[in-house]
């Protein structure tokens, strides 16, 4: 199974992987692994809203 992290701030990324590095059946790839640059126009009213709106936009873009 591969999981996209929708982000492309290689910190952040590194960060997330120290969390999830015992998740051993599963690859997780970020933004810049699948060269993602486009953005989505986060124009939620919530966090919440916009963190949906990432993830659907990550989505469609990358299949994952």
């Keep these: ?3 996209l992290l929708a982000t492309s701030n290689p ?4 960060e997330m992987m120290e969390v999830l590095d015992e998740v051993s059946e ?4 970020s ?3 699948l060269h993602l640059s486009d953005q989505p126009d986060e124009h939620g009213d919530t966090h919440r809203a916009n963190a ?4 659907r936009f990550y989505r469609d873009k990358s299949g994952l």
């Design 11 to 14: 910190g952040k990324f590194k």
């Design 31 to 33: 933004l810049n692994d």
């Design 52 to 55: 949906e709106i990432k993830a």
């Design 26 to 29: 599963v690859q997780f790839v």
């Design 1 to 3: 199974m591969k999981i």
